[in-house]
């Protein structure tokens, strides 16, 4: 599955470079950017089958990888571009990486039945914790622990 998260997560890569910190206005059309990602990833797996969706997230069915990135490509206008730059070369695989797995767990969980409740949530829940938060959180649990 992190996999799966992770090629949603390079696709969005592309928008990356310096390094300051996101506004109020930065950080809603960064957290558009998060709820569209995820509602992308769900309206993308909603029709398969069980079965496709264990070969996608194994990892065996590489074309529904591919599929799945090219539903995401292009999520995210200019602003949010703009806005994801100022957080990190990084940031864009992040958040993509993170609304990617949000949405599937809410999906997975019942928590959401639709891409349009997976937007709601993620939305809010980015809004309330910040975008610049979920990046860093992510940088985090990227990071391997030290022993």
């Keep these: 599955m992190r996999r799966v998260f992770l090629t949603i997560a390079a696709t969005t890569v592309y928008f990356s470079t310096c390094l300051s910190p996101a506004g109020a206005d930065d950080n809603k059309e960064v957290c558009l950017f998060y709820g569209n990602v995820g509602a992308a ?11 496709q969706v264990v070969d996608m997230i194994s990892g065996k069915d590489t074309t529904l990888v591919e599929k799945m990135q090219k539903s995401v490509e292009g999520i995210g206008n200019d602003a949010a571009k703009t806005a994801m730059k100022k957080m990190g070369e990084d940031a864009a695989e992040h958040l993509g990486s993170s609304a990617g797995f949000l949405a599937f767990q809410l999906i997975m969980t019942g928590q959401a039945t639709s891409p349009q409740e997976v937007f709601s949530v993620l939305y809010k829940n980015c809004l309330d914790t910040g975008a610049q938060k979920i990046v860093e959180n992510q940088r985090a649990a990227a990071q391997p622990e030290l022993q």
Excluded: H, Y
């Design 41 to 51: 990833a769900v309206d993308f797996i909603l029709p398969l089958k069980v079965q």
